[in-house]
């Protein structure tokens, strides 16, 4: 590998780019469908009506909520450690939507855990539309954001208006696609665990979601095709390039998840599914490549000390030995049922306290 950096095939930086790509990778398909959880909380429907939604929604993001945004936090301290100059920049130019996700995030967690301890309907409606619209508006700042990036409207030193940065086509285009991805990867999810638990209707329910919210995604992706190339050229010609293989990968796994769900099959729709996600995120990446904030500047230019990135480097492969193990057990034991805590809480559904205050509104 030295050989390979002293001949530039591989830089130093580029190895570091390519461990916080994992983050966000990571962070797109497990928090994005924590996300996309809150969104199909918010349609449930009714207290009555969406009482079993909603239980379904608390047992399959109640053991590893917290834990998804361990990715974002290794995403903002790689970058920040590794190429301080761009971080600034983004932050900087960007504190408007960061600001919005950073109070999604926290208002999100707080409704999460408040609503089910509530004492009354008004309270459990309160944290819960809470939970649901910061479960929306905060991949959808994140989304913005990437836009930003990807249309090449960072400078280099962060001075630029705090709303046309991301008040753009292509922020807007990020931003919206953020939500949809994740209320689609959620509902493949969703109906994949209530499949598994043996909740038919429920299963058909969410599975319908998928179904719908695939085809919206869809269409509005071939939209975003005319919006990167007019609003966004840079990325739009890396994705016709480098990023096409991963483009087509990211294509062929949702067609096949939507095949499976089609057939009734969600178990097996969360693979090709997750591929999906990968598989466009990666896509991204390569289209952008080798800038690390489009048309500003690039990644071997904004990086940091060589010993810098060496000590993220190992800190990685030591992080990568200690805590990915443990968690990858985690999300196994979550996956199979093992951590339920669907009967575990204390029950806080809207139904049974409509059926202990009725008059509580």
Known sequence: MTALFAAGTFTLPNAVVAILWIGVVAYAVFGGADFGSGFWDFL??????????????????????????????????????????????????????????????????????????????????????????????????????????ASGRVPLDGQTDAWSVWLTPTSMLGGVLAVGVCAWLAGVFLAADAHRDGQPELAK??????????????????????????????????????????????????????????????????????????????????????????????????????????GLIIAFVFAGTVAVPPLIWMLRLSGVGSLSVGEARPDSSYAKLKALAPDDT
């Open 205 to 310: 329910s969410f599975t319908t979601r998928a179904l719908v919210t695939g085809v919206v995604v869809g269409a509005i992706s071939l939209v975003g095709i005319v919006i990167l190339e007019t609003d966004a050229p840079t990325l739009a010609d890396g994705l016709e390039r480098s990023g096409a293989p991963f483009v087509i990968v990211s294509g062929l796994g949702g067609l096949a998840a939507m095949w499976f769900l089609r057939q009734g099959e969600p178990g097996r729709a969360r693979v090709p599914a997750a591929i999906a996600v990968v598989a466009i995120v990666v896509g991204w990446g390569a289209g952008q490549y080798p800038w690390i904030l489009v048309d500003t500047i690039e990644i071997d230019e904004a990086a940091g000390a060589r010993s810098t990135l060496w």
């Open 44 to 149: 449930a429907g009714t207290p009555e009506k969406g009482a079993a939604a909603r239980k379904r929604i608390d047992a399959s993001i109640g053991p590893v909520w917290e834990a998804n945004h361990v990715w974002l936090i290794f995403v903002l301290v790689y970058l920040w450690t590794a190429f301080p100059t761009a971080f600034a920049a983004l932050v900087t130019a960007t504190f408007v939507p960061l600001i919005g996700a950073a109070v999604g995030i926290i208002l999100r967690g707080a409704a999460f855990a408040l609503r089910k301890s509530s004492g009354s309907l008004r309270q459990a409606r309160f944290f819960g539309i809470t939970f649901a619209l910061s479960s929306v508006v905060t991949p959808f700042f994140f989304g913005a954001i990437a836009g930003a990036v």
